[in-house]
């Protein structure tokens, strides 16, 4: 009998939280109306927290709320100097600057500061998924029948800290015989080691694989089934291209690139999941799907058909241009954006459980 492993810091699939991911660049890609955007932030910034109260919650590489500082008053500045549309005008360059002499609207800022709170809640949404799965469980989501770019994956991310490590170690030794870097040339003493050292680690390692028989030729290498899968995958990308063509080109057919962009994905599906059963992989403690994983994914479901549903273009299509006005609200959109605060609150539950654990555990 399979037992339950820890693939994630949390009590949810990884596929789960992949999927509520792609809801939320969904539900922020599809709007520019400030009260859905001011709302999904709310949404994935909870999450956040609630992910990071874990306990073995890693720290974040970059501060959010930096990010946030950084990107909005960018977008806001670049997009109000450059984009001179809008009757609210602030204040008016000289003509003769190039690109940004002309008005400088209130529209134009509103929008620059609309598409910074946009990258804002993509970099959030991510940063949920690298503090709520590790990075080896997200490797493992990639389809079988790109098996080889997972290894690879999994060996740079090993790697990695295995580098860093062997880094200080080197600068350690260095300044106990007394190296001081001073420019350029003083960083050869500590990179030359650290090259070798990564050769030798890389030597070990295909020797290592080579003897247990990777890359062996066997069934995952049948010939028929590669150029099939080939087949498959040229057919589906290029489905996919053709219906995004006509979406751009002719929009006045929705219906037939609606046709095509779901047909280019189910070959390309087809092809992925044919070519994976080719594949032999075996996983050490697998991650079982629960409850809880359907009380993430449906709720995503909802809000990607909300944000994608022609009745809501209404709403979705807020614009400051040519003059600010107030943006329409759909309460469905709402209630569907307010669905994805569900990890938020199985990550609430999970915590107190074990916190009720820790509690009762001594007494026992």
């Not at 009998?1 to 949810?12: C, E, G, K, Q, R």
Request: contains cysteine.
């Amino acid at each position: 009998m399979n037992t339950p492993a820890i693939d994630s810091l949390t009590p949810l699939h990884p596929l789960a939280w992949a999927g509520w991911v792609i809801a939320c660049v969904v539900a922020l890609s599809a709007t520019r109306n400030p009260v859905y955007l001011l709302l999904l932030l709310l949404c994935i910034g909870w999450v956040l927290r609630e992910a990071r109260r874990t306990a073995d919650a890693p720290p974040l590489p970059l501060s959010p709320w930096r990010f946030a500082l950084l990107v909005i008053t960018f977008s806001a500045l670049f997009n109000a100097l450059t984009a001179h549309f809008g009757q609210t005008v602030l204040f008016t360059l000289p003509g003769w600057l190039p690109l940004l002499g002309g008005p400088v609207t209130l529209e134009a800022l509103v929008y620059g500061v609309l598409n910074g709170l946009v990258l804002t809640g993509f970099f959030v949404a991510w940063t949920v998924l690298f503090v709520a799965v590790p990075t080896q469980a997200l490797i493992r989501l990639i389809p079988r029948a790109f098996y080889p770019i997972g290894v690879v994956l999994s060996i740079a991310v090993a790697f990695v800290p295995t580098t860093f490590v062997q880094f200080q170690q080197i600068r350690e030794a260095q300044a106990v015989r007394g190296h001081q870097i001073r420019g350029l040339r003083d960083w050869l003493p500590l990179l030359m080691p650290l090259l070798v050292g990564g050769l030798e680690r890389a030597f070990q390692l295909a020797e290592a694989m080579t003897a247990r028989g990777f890359a062996s030729h066997g069934a995952s290498h049948d010939v028929r089934s590669q150029r099939r899968f080939r087949l498959l995958l040229v057919a589906g990308l290029a489905m996919l291209l053709a219906g995004l063509i006509i979406r751009l080109v002719w929009r006045q057919q929705p219906a037939l690139s609606t046709v095509v962009l779901f047909t280019g994905g189910a070959v390309l599906i087809t092809g992925l999941a044919a070519q994976g059963r080719t594949v032999r992989r075996t996983v050490y403690r697998p991650r079982p799907w629960t409850g809880q994983d359907w009380l993430v994914a449906i709720p995503a479901v909802v809000a990607v058909a909300a944000y994608l549903a022609p009745s809501s273009r209404a709403s979705l299509a807020w614009s400051p241009y040519p003059q600010l006005a107030l943006p329409q609200v759909d309460p469905l959109i709402v209630l569907a954006t307010l669905a994805l605060l569900t990890p938020a609150a199985l990550l609430a539950r999970s915590r107190r459980a074990r916190m009720k654990r820790a509690l009762i555990s001594p007494m026992g």
